[in-house]
C-alpha cells in the first residue's frame, strides 16, 4: 500500500476519519491524499455574483484545504497532498482514484440512525461505487494501532484468492493477528474444504478459525466484536441483482451504519 484517499467535506466525523488515516498512513508509510470536493451552492449562483467573486471562494477553498495537508504533515510527518475537485462525487473520486493511484480510501460515517440504515449515505454508497477497499470509520474511533482484525466471511461460499491476499498483506503490514469469523445455523466446520485457501493465504501471519451458531449475523459480529476488543472488521460485500437488492439488506452497510470499529471493505 502506497497511497491512501481520505475523502473529507469537514464534518466532525470526515476530521475523525482524517486523523484516523492519518495515524494508518504514518503507520504503513504511505502518502495521503486529502480529496475535498466543493461545489457552488446554489443560493451563491442565484446571487449572481461576479466571477471574481466566484474565483475568490474557490481559491479561498483550495488555500483551506492546502493548509489542512501542510498541518497533517507537520502532526504525523508524512507526505499529505491536497486534492481538490468541483463536480459530481463519486465521479471526481473516481478520477482522484486514477489519477493518483491510490490503494485506499478513507470515509468518516456519521452516528447512527434509522434513516441511514434504510437508505445508506455516501459512505456506504462507496462500499458499493468503489472498488478500490473503502475503509468507513466511524464517530469518534481514533487509532491506537491495529493489534486484532475480525475477518467476517461466509466459509460457505468461500473466499476469492485475491480477497485473502489482501487481508494477509495488510495484517502482515501492519503486525496485527487475524480472526477468521464464520457464523452459520450450527456450529460446525461449515465450508472445511474452503478452508485449505484461507491456509494457503494467511501463511506467515497469526490467524485463527472462529465458527458461531446464530441466525443473527450482525449480531454475532457485533459481539464478537466487543468480547474481543477487535480494531478492525473486514468484509466482502455481496453483489445483488437489482431485483434481488429490494429485498436483501446489506449486512456490509448495516454493519457500517452501526459498527464501533472502522469497517474495511474489500472487492475483488
Not at 443473527?216 to 445483488?240: G, N, T
Amino acid at each position: 500500500m502506497k497511497k491512501i484517499i481520505v475523502a473529507t467535506d469537514y464534518s466532525p466525523e470526515a476530521e475523525n476519519a482524517l486523523q484516523y488515516a492519518a495515524g494508518v498512513a504514518a503507520t504503513m508509510g504511505c502518502e495521503l491524499v486529502l480529496f475535498s470536493l466543493q461545489n457552488v451552492s446554489i443560493h451563491v449562483l442565484n446571487a449572481r455574483l461576479p466571477a471574481n467573486s466566484l474565483n475568490a471562494h474557490i481559491t479561498a477553498q483550495k488555500e483551506y484545504l492546502e493548509e489542512k495537508a501542510k498541518a497533517v504533515h507537520q502532526k504525523f510527518g508524512i507526505n499529505a497532498l491536497p486534492y481538490f475537485a468541483t463536480g459530481v462525487f463519486f465521479d471526481e473520486l473516481k478520477q482522484c482514484i486514477a489519477h493518483t493511484g491510490a490503494d485506499l480510501v478513507v470515509m468518516g460515517m456519521a452516528p447512527y440512525s434509522i434513516e441511514q440504515d434504510v437508505m445508506g449515505n455516501t459512505t456506504t454508497a462507496a462500499l458499493r461505487q468503489i472498488r478500490v477497499p473503502v475503509l468507513a470509520v466511524p464517530a469518534g474511533a481514533s487509532y491506537n494501532g491495529i493489534r486484532h482484525i475480525i475477518f467476517a466471511c461466509d466459509l460457505l461460499r468461500g473466499v476469492h484468492k485475491q480477497v485473502l491476499k489482501k487481508v494477509h498483506d495488510i495484517a502482515g503490514k501492519i503486525g496485527a493477528k487475524v480472526e477468521v469469523f464464520n457464523v452459520g445455523n450450527v456450529v460446525k466446520t461449515s465450508g472445511n474444504h474452503h478452508r485449505k485457501d484461507i491456509d494457503e493465504s494467511m501463511a506467515g501471519i497469526p490467524y485463527y478459525y472462529h465458527d458461531v451458531a446464530s441466525d443473527d449475523v450482525i449480531s454475532a459480529i457485533k459481539e464478537e466484536i466487543i468480547a474481543q476488543k477487535a480494531d478492525l472488521l473486514i468484509m466482502v460485500p455481496y453483489r445483488y441483482g437489482f431485483w434481488n437488492s429490494l429485498v436483501h439488506k446489506s449486512k456490509t452497510r448495516i454493519m457500517a451504519s452501526g459498527n464501533s470499529i472502522p469497517l474495511l471493505t474489500l472487492h475483488l
